[in-house]
């Protein structure tokens, strides 16, 4: 009887945690020739796996296959660092208008990649996971103009995420070693 108690209970849990998350919106469509190319990371929220990383980039390759190449590569512990490198893909998630995608690097896991900030003319973009728990901001230069990036912030706000873990991506253009 306990156990049926403490399930019913966890579960209620489960079903009110589910009521309180907001979902997350992303843009209404992409367009993945004009995605393809090189985007700099600006700023994100710290992630385990990008520990020490600066000079941050991401390039997106659409294949004939259905699929994007993914390759990151960032400088390790410094501007100067030895280049890391990461090669992955990304799969269109059906019926999101090519702005939910599914990365993986290491088979069989993917991660959530959706699009939920992006230019009309493609010269930034902003990456979220609905569990609000990662972010970037993406440019097609390495700096941002400050104006475009605070109204960034303004509207990552109003989408649910903490702000104040946003941290700025260190690279040679806006740091002096």
């Known amino acids: 009887m306990k156990k049926l108690y403490y399930l019913s209970f966890f579960l209620f849990l489960m079903f009110l945690s589910a009521c309180t998350t907001q979902s997350l919106s992303t843009v209404s469509h992409v367009d993945l020739a004009k995605y393809a190319g090189k ?9 385990w796996f990008q520990k020490g990383c600066t000079c941050t980039t991401a390039e997106y390759t659409p294949t004939d296959k259905g699929y994007v190449i993914v390759e990151n590569r960032c400088n390790k512990d410094s501007i100067n660092g030895k280049q890391s490198y990461i090669k992955g893909k990304a799969f269109v998630v059906e019926g999101s208008s090519n702005a939910k995608l599914n990365v993986q690097f290491f088979w069989p896991f993917k991660g959530k990649y ?27 230069t390495p700096v941002m103009d400050e104006g475009i990036y605070k109204q960034i912030i303004a509207r990552i706000k109003q989408k649910g995420f903490d702000i104040t873990k946003i941290e700025i991506t260190k690279n040679k253009f806006t740091e002096k070693e």
């Open 39 to 47: 985007w700099y990371e600006i700023a994100s929220y710290p992630q």
């Open 114 to 140: 959706w699009i939920i900030d992006l230019a009309e003319d493609y010269s930034y973009a902003v990456i979220g996971h609905p569990n609000r728990k990662y972010l970037w901001i993406l440019s097609r």
